[in-house]
């Protein structure tokens, strides 16, 4: 998990706004996702992406884009399309040679 | 797709007693599934997974059964602790691609 970040732990933002969630893995993995959690609940899937510069929308991801310029950065733009964009965002990554996922420490969007 | 749900959504337990969570999927070619820790405002942590070669994996107080044929799994908490309350995923890897779909979670209470 340690070679996880994200940044920043807190942002608030105006609507209108577009803000973006910086992701970062120093675990050489190939794979990079984003999940939102809302209060009590699941996790759910925004994008993900299995290789530098390609990427797949999840579940969720109207009002959402992403980039995979770099193996170790995944960054997060919330766009003023995202109506509710108030939510705790979690980046993970796995490697290709195991399934399991690691998390980063998330942010935490408030919109004001 | 695959699907995953799990029961409880809540579960209440005494200090010392155990604790049982369950979850089914629906993709019976789903082969592995991991179970994450998420304490309050931190991140998901793994704390155990199991593959579909393998019917129980035991850690400590922490074990987890895999029914393949049932599609279903379980994680067993033996001993609790008050540290143990938290809400905890379970999880199965989707077949053929990157994605790992999150059960909706179980909020565990250990009251001292």
């Known amino acids: 998990d340690g070679g996880i970040t994200q940044s920043p732990k807190y942002l608030f933002r105006k609507e209108g706004q577009n803000v973006t969630l910086s992701c970062e893995q120093n675990l050489n993995h190939d794979a990079m996702y984003w999940y939102r959690q809302d209060p009590g609940q699941g996790l759910r899937l925004i994008y993900y992406s299995q290789i530098v510069n390609d990427f797949q929308k999840g579940d969720i991801a109207e009002g959402y884009s992403v980039s995979r310029e770099k193996k170790e950065s995944f960054p997060l733009t919330v766009t003023s399309a995202q109506k509710n964009p108030t939510a705790f965002y979690l980046c993970a990554s796995n490697s290709g040679l195991t399934d399991t996922q690691y998390f980063g420490p998330g942010t935490r969007l408030t919109v004001l | 797709g695959e699907n995953v749900e799990q029961h409880p959504s809540t579960l209440s337990v005494q200090e010392g007693d155990s604790a049982v969570i369950k979850c089914t999927y629906s993709?019976?070619?789903?082969?592995?599934f991991p179970w994450y820790k998420q304490e309050l405002g931190k991140r998901p942590q793994l704390i155990i997974d199991?593959?579909?070669?393998?019917g129980e994996k035991k850690d400590q107080r922490i074990a987890v059964t895999l029914n393949k044929t049932a599609k279903h799994f379980s994680l067993h908490i033996t001993e609790t602790q008050p540290e143990d309350s938290a809400v905890y995923f379970c999880a199965a890897r989707e077949t053929g691609g990157f994605k790992t779909i999150f059960g909706a979670g179980t909020r565990l209470f250990v009251k001292a």
């Open positions: 199991i593959r579909s070669n393998v």
């Open positions: 993709d019976s070619a789903s082969n592995y």
